[in-house]
Protein backbone atom coordinates (compact mmCIF):
# COMPACT_ATOMS: atom_id res chain seq x y z
CA UNK A 1 0.00 0.00 0.00
CA UNK A 2 1.20 3.12 -0.57
CA UNK A 3 2.39 4.93 2.07
CA UNK A 4 0.58 8.20 1.15
CA UNK A 5 -2.55 6.39 0.55
CA UNK A 6 -2.22 5.06 4.12
CA UNK A 7 -1.85 8.23 5.67
CA UNK A 8 -4.88 9.72 3.54
CA UNK A 9 -7.19 7.03 4.64
CA UNK A 10 -6.03 7.18 8.20
CA UNK A 11 -6.45 10.87 8.24
CA UNK A 12 -10.39 9.95 6.57
CA UNK A 13 -11.39 7.78 9.26
CA UNK A 14 -10.38 10.34 11.64
CA UNK A 15 -12.24 12.86 10.55
CA UNK A 16 -15.35 10.48 10.03
CA UNK A 17 -14.68 9.48 13.47
CA UNK A 18 -14.37 12.98 14.76
CA UNK A 19 -17.50 13.79 12.51
CA UNK A 20 -19.12 11.26 14.16
CA UNK A 21 -18.88 12.20 17.73
CA UNK A 22 -19.79 15.64 17.25
CA UNK A 23 -23.05 14.68 16.04
CA UNK A 24 -23.97 12.00 18.63
CA UNK A 25 -22.58 14.75 20.90
CA UNK A 26 -24.78 17.37 19.18
CA UNK A 27 -28.00 14.75 19.40
CA UNK A 28 -27.61 14.61 22.70
CA UNK A 29 -27.02 17.96 23.96
CA UNK A 30 -30.61 19.06 21.68
CA UNK A 31 -32.71 15.27 22.37
CA UNK A 32 -35.81 17.08 24.22
CA UNK A 33 -35.36 19.80 21.35
CA UNK A 34 -36.24 16.78 18.84
CA UNK A 35 -39.04 15.42 21.28
CA UNK A 36 -40.73 18.01 22.60
CA UNK A 37 -42.58 20.35 20.26
CA UNK A 38 -45.21 22.92 22.51
CA UNK A 39 -47.54 25.21 21.05
CA UNK A 40 -46.72 27.59 23.92
CA UNK A 41 -49.70 30.24 23.28
CA UNK A 42 -52.43 30.11 25.97
CA UNK A 43 -55.76 28.58 24.62
CA UNK A 44 -59.58 29.12 24.99
CA UNK A 45 -61.58 26.40 25.68
CA UNK A 46 -65.00 28.63 23.31
CA UNK A 47 -62.17 29.28 20.75
CA UNK A 48 -61.03 25.59 20.64
CA UNK A 49 -64.12 24.31 19.85
CA UNK A 50 -65.06 23.54 23.86
CA UNK A 51 -67.15 26.36 24.96
CA UNK A 52 -68.74 23.92 28.02
CA UNK A 53 -65.11 23.35 29.34
CA UNK A 54 -63.54 25.88 32.19
CA UNK A 55 -60.41 26.34 33.43
CA UNK A 56 -58.66 24.92 36.25
CA UNK A 57 -55.21 24.86 38.23
CA UNK A 58 -53.50 22.78 39.15
CA UNK A 59 -50.16 22.48 41.43
CA UNK A 60 -47.48 20.33 41.10
CA UNK A 61 -45.61 18.87 43.67
CA UNK A 62 -43.05 21.43 42.32
CA UNK A 63 -44.46 23.89 42.75
CA UNK A 64 -45.42 24.79 39.47
CA UNK A 65 -49.29 26.42 38.73
CA UNK A 66 -50.52 24.42 35.57
CA UNK A 67 -53.80 25.36 33.42
CA UNK A 68 -55.65 22.52 32.39
CA UNK A 69 -60.11 22.00 31.16
CA UNK A 70 -62.40 20.26 32.62
CA UNK A 71 -66.16 19.70 32.46
CA UNK A 72 -68.37 17.18 34.66
CA UNK A 73 -69.95 14.16 33.21
CA UNK A 74 -73.33 15.45 31.01
CA UNK A 75 -75.03 12.58 32.03
CA UNK A 76 -75.30 11.66 35.47
CA UNK A 77 -73.00 8.48 36.47
CA UNK A 78 -70.57 8.50 33.81
CA UNK A 79 -67.00 8.16 33.70
CA UNK A 80 -64.88 11.09 33.54
CA UNK A 81 -61.98 11.13 30.85
CA UNK A 82 -58.26 12.15 31.55
CA UNK A 83 -56.73 13.08 28.53
CA UNK A 84 -52.77 12.83 28.32
CA UNK A 85 -51.95 14.42 24.95
CA UNK A 86 -49.07 14.18 22.63
CA UNK A 87 -45.58 16.02 22.41
CA UNK A 88 -46.70 18.82 19.65
CA UNK A 89 -49.42 21.17 20.13
CA UNK A 90 -51.53 22.30 23.44
CA UNK A 91 -55.16 20.94 24.64
CA UNK A 92 -56.36 23.70 22.52
CA UNK A 93 -55.53 21.29 19.37
CA UNK A 94 -57.61 18.60 21.07
CA UNK A 95 -61.58 19.73 20.21
CA UNK A 96 -62.27 16.81 17.82
CA UNK A 97 -61.27 14.18 20.71
CA UNK A 98 -62.91 16.07 23.41
CA UNK A 99 -66.29 16.76 21.83
CA UNK A 100 -66.11 12.55 21.33
CA UNK A 101 -66.35 12.24 24.53
CA UNK A 102 -68.68 15.35 25.64
CA UNK A 103 -71.41 14.49 23.15
CA UNK A 104 -70.99 11.02 24.43
CA UNK A 105 -71.80 12.12 28.65
CA UNK A 106 -68.66 11.73 29.57
CA UNK A 107 -66.62 14.21 31.69
CA UNK A 108 -63.39 15.19 30.43
CA UNK A 109 -60.25 16.22 31.54
CA UNK A 110 -57.97 18.03 29.42
CA UNK A 111 -54.38 18.04 31.39
CA UNK A 112 -51.79 20.29 30.23
CA UNK A 113 -48.32 19.90 30.77
CA UNK A 114 -45.38 22.09 31.87
CA UNK A 115 -44.17 24.50 29.17
CA UNK A 116 -47.26 23.88 26.88
CA UNK A 117 -50.75 25.99 26.69
CA UNK A 118 -49.36 29.02 28.38
CA UNK A 119 -47.84 27.35 31.54
CA UNK A 120 -44.69 27.39 33.40
CA UNK A 121 -41.74 25.61 32.87
CA UNK A 122 -39.49 23.26 31.00
CA UNK A 123 -41.11 19.51 29.35
CA UNK A 124 -39.22 16.87 30.25
CA UNK A 125 -39.90 12.74 31.69
CA UNK A 126 -39.93 13.47 35.56
CA UNK A 127 -41.67 16.62 34.34
CA UNK A 128 -44.95 15.79 32.43
CA UNK A 129 -44.98 12.67 35.23
CA UNK A 130 -45.19 15.79 37.84
CA UNK A 131 -48.04 16.79 36.01
CA UNK A 132 -49.78 13.64 35.74
CA UNK A 133 -49.85 13.04 39.58
CA UNK A 134 -51.26 16.71 40.17
CA UNK A 135 -53.84 16.35 38.11
CA UNK A 136 -54.48 12.65 39.83
CA UNK A 137 -54.60 14.64 42.59
CA UNK A 138 -56.82 17.27 41.90
CA UNK A 139 -59.64 14.66 40.64
CA UNK A 140 -61.22 14.28 44.11
CA UNK A 141 -62.19 17.93 44.35
CA UNK A 142 -63.54 17.97 40.40
CA UNK A 143 -65.88 15.69 42.27
CA UNK A 144 -64.49 12.68 40.13
CA UNK A 145 -63.84 9.70 42.36
CA UNK A 146 -61.07 7.17 41.07
CA UNK A 147 -63.09 4.21 40.11
CA UNK A 148 -64.81 6.63 37.28
CA UNK A 149 -61.49 7.63 36.45
CA UNK A 150 -60.74 6.71 31.82
CA UNK A 151 -57.33 7.64 31.47
CA UNK A 152 -56.26 8.24 27.59
CA UNK A 153 -52.84 9.04 26.21
CA UNK A 154 -52.09 9.57 22.90
CA UNK A 155 -48.56 9.12 21.46
CA UNK A 156 -45.95 10.62 23.73
CA UNK A 157 -49.11 11.23 26.47
CA UNK A 158 -49.08 7.14 26.44
CA UNK A 159 -46.12 7.00 28.43
CA UNK A 160 -47.31 9.12 31.19
CA UNK A 161 -51.07 7.45 31.15
CA UNK A 162 -49.04 4.02 31.96
CA UNK A 163 -47.26 5.82 34.47
CA UNK A 164 -50.09 7.28 36.30
CA UNK A 165 -52.36 4.23 36.07
CA UNK A 166 -49.38 1.96 37.25
CA UNK A 167 -49.34 3.93 40.33
CA UNK A 168 -52.98 4.47 40.73
CA UNK A 169 -53.17 0.57 40.85
CA UNK A 170 -50.26 0.31 42.87
CA UNK A 171 -51.73 2.71 45.45
CA UNK A 172 -55.08 0.56 45.74
CA UNK A 173 -56.99 3.03 43.99
CA UNK A 174 -57.02 1.72 40.24
CA UNK A 175 -58.44 3.48 37.51
CA UNK A 176 -61.59 2.04 35.64
CA UNK A 177 -59.93 1.76 32.55
CA UNK A 178 -56.66 2.68 30.02
CA UNK A 179 -56.87 3.75 26.77
CA UNK A 180 -53.73 4.03 24.51
CA UNK A 181 -53.25 5.65 21.17
CA UNK A 182 -50.61 5.14 19.04
CA UNK A 183 -48.46 3.92 22.46
CA UNK A 184 -44.92 2.46 22.80
CA UNK A 185 -42.64 0.11 24.75
CA UNK A 186 -40.39 2.88 24.96
CA UNK A 187 -38.94 6.28 23.76
CA UNK A 188 -35.71 5.03 23.40
CA UNK A 189 -37.00 2.22 21.38
CA UNK A 190 -38.87 4.40 19.13
CA UNK A 191 -35.83 6.71 18.65
CA UNK A 192 -33.55 4.01 17.61
CA UNK A 193 -35.92 3.50 15.04
CA UNK A 194 -35.27 6.82 13.55
CA UNK A 195 -31.85 6.92 14.12
CA UNK A 196 -30.18 3.47 13.83
CA UNK A 197 -26.90 5.21 13.51
CA UNK A 198 -27.12 6.42 16.75
CA UNK A 199 -26.82 4.77 20.46
CA UNK A 200 -30.00 6.20 21.40
CA UNK A 201 -30.65 3.55 24.20
CA UNK A 202 -27.28 4.72 26.09
CA UNK A 203 -27.78 8.57 24.98
CA UNK A 204 -31.84 8.85 25.89
CA UNK A 205 -32.52 10.76 29.15
CA UNK A 206 -36.17 10.82 28.92
CA UNK A 207 -37.25 7.13 28.47
CA UNK A 208 -41.16 6.87 29.03
CA UNK A 209 -40.53 2.94 29.74
CA UNK A 210 -43.98 1.64 29.35
CA UNK A 211 -42.93 -1.64 28.57
CA UNK A 212 -41.43 -1.99 32.78
CA UNK A 213 -45.20 -0.94 33.64
CA UNK A 214 -47.81 -2.03 32.03
CA UNK A 215 -48.09 -5.40 33.28
CA UNK A 216 -48.66 -3.21 37.06
CA UNK A 217 -52.02 -1.85 35.26
CA UNK A 218 -55.08 -3.92 36.47
CA UNK A 219 -57.83 -1.81 34.76
CA UNK A 220 -59.54 -2.97 31.55
CA UNK A 221 -56.58 -1.62 28.38
CA UNK A 222 -57.21 -0.73 25.12
CA UNK A 223 -54.77 0.30 22.19
CA UNK A 224 -55.43 1.75 18.95
CA UNK A 225 -52.44 1.88 16.43
CA UNK A 226 -52.45 2.50 12.59
CA UNK A 227 -50.16 0.24 10.87
CA UNK A 228 -48.67 3.28 8.73
CA UNK A 229 -47.26 4.96 11.40
CA UNK A 230 -44.33 6.40 10.80
CA UNK A 231 -43.91 7.78 14.26
CA UNK A 232 -44.66 5.33 15.98
CA UNK A 233 -44.39 1.65 14.15
CA UNK A 234 -47.00 -0.38 14.76
CA UNK A 235 -44.81 -3.14 16.25
CA UNK A 236 -44.30 -1.06 19.45
CA UNK A 237 -47.46 -0.93 20.21
CA UNK A 238 -48.08 -4.38 19.76
CA UNK A 239 -45.40 -5.31 21.89
CA UNK A 240 -46.95 -3.18 24.81
CA UNK A 241 -50.25 -4.90 24.03
CA UNK A 242 -49.22 -8.16 24.45
CA UNK A 243 -47.44 -7.06 27.75
CA UNK A 244 -50.69 -6.22 29.05
CA UNK A 245 -52.65 -7.97 32.08
CA UNK A 246 -56.12 -9.39 30.81
CA UNK A 247 -58.79 -7.47 30.31
CA UNK A 248 -57.17 -5.89 26.89
CA UNK A 249 -58.58 -5.66 23.54
CA UNK A 250 -56.74 -4.13 20.34
CA UNK A 251 -58.06 -2.20 17.35
CA UNK A 252 -54.86 -1.86 14.52
CA UNK A 253 -56.01 0.03 11.60
CA UNK A 254 -54.44 -1.15 8.46
CA UNK A 255 -54.49 2.15 6.38
CA UNK A 256 -54.25 4.89 9.49
CA UNK A 257 -50.94 6.61 10.18
CA UNK A 258 -49.87 8.22 13.64
CA UNK A 259 -52.31 11.13 13.49
CA UNK A 260 -55.36 10.17 11.55
CA UNK A 261 -56.44 7.11 13.77
CA UNK A 262 -60.03 8.82 14.40
CA UNK A 263 -60.64 9.12 10.78
CA UNK A 264 -60.43 5.50 10.36
CA UNK A 265 -62.81 4.35 12.75
CA UNK A 266 -60.95 4.99 16.67
CA UNK A 267 -63.39 7.48 17.88
CA UNK A 268 -66.68 4.64 17.83
CA UNK A 269 -64.67 1.97 19.02
CA UNK A 270 -63.10 3.84 21.71
CA UNK A 271 -66.75 4.43 23.07
CA UNK A 272 -68.06 1.16 22.38
CA UNK A 273 -64.99 -0.47 24.87
CA UNK A 274 -65.73 2.18 27.24
CA UNK A 275 -69.18 1.28 27.39
CA UNK A 276 -68.84 -2.32 27.93
CA UNK A 277 -66.17 -1.91 31.13
CA UNK A 278 -66.78 1.03 32.76
CA UNK A 279 -69.76 0.93 35.17
CA UNK A 280 -71.92 3.77 34.25
CA UNK A 281 -70.46 3.94 30.73
CA UNK A 282 -73.20 1.52 29.67
CA UNK A 283 -76.14 2.65 27.69
Excluded: C
Amino acid sequence: MNEGFGKTMINVFVAAGVFYVAVVVLMYAMQRNLMYFPDSRKPFPAASGMPDMREVSITTEDGLILLAWAAPPGTQGMPTVVLFHGNAGNIGHRGFKARLFLDAGFGLVLAEYRGYGGNPGEPSEEGFYADGRAVMAALPSLGVPSNQVVLYGESLGTGVAVKMAAEAAQAGTPVAALVLEAPFTSTADTGAVHYPFLPVHLLMKDRYASIERIADVSAPVFVVHGEQDRTVPQKLGRQLFEAAQEPKEALWLATAGHNDVFEHGAGPAVIDFLRRYVSGAAK
